[in-house]
């Protein structure tokens, strides 16, 4: 892990999860990705890059945004 990069809190992150009792996970950057698919399997994950990452653009939010939308549709 890089050296600006801090482990995810998993208990932290477990009692919110249960507290909020969500359909899906928005998920912004890998590191946090990676420590959700190992910390609640079966949960579905929608990725975006990190809001702190220069990839995040107008067109990439929307493109998110449709997603979101479609998935919570089916739900």
Do not use: Y
Request: aromatic content about 2%.
């Amino acid at each position: 892990m890089p050296s600006g990069v801090f482990p995810p809190d998993a208990a932290h992150i477990k009692r919110r999860i249960r507290a909020v009792h969500q359909n899906i996970i928005l998920v912004c950057g890998a590191v946090a990705k990676e420590s959700l698919r190992k910390l609640v399997p079966g949960v579905p994950i929608v990725l975006m890059p990190h809001p702190a990452s220069r990839s995040l653009s107008k067109e990439t939010t929307k493109k998110i945004k449709k997603r979101l939308v479609r998935r919570h549709s089916f739900s």
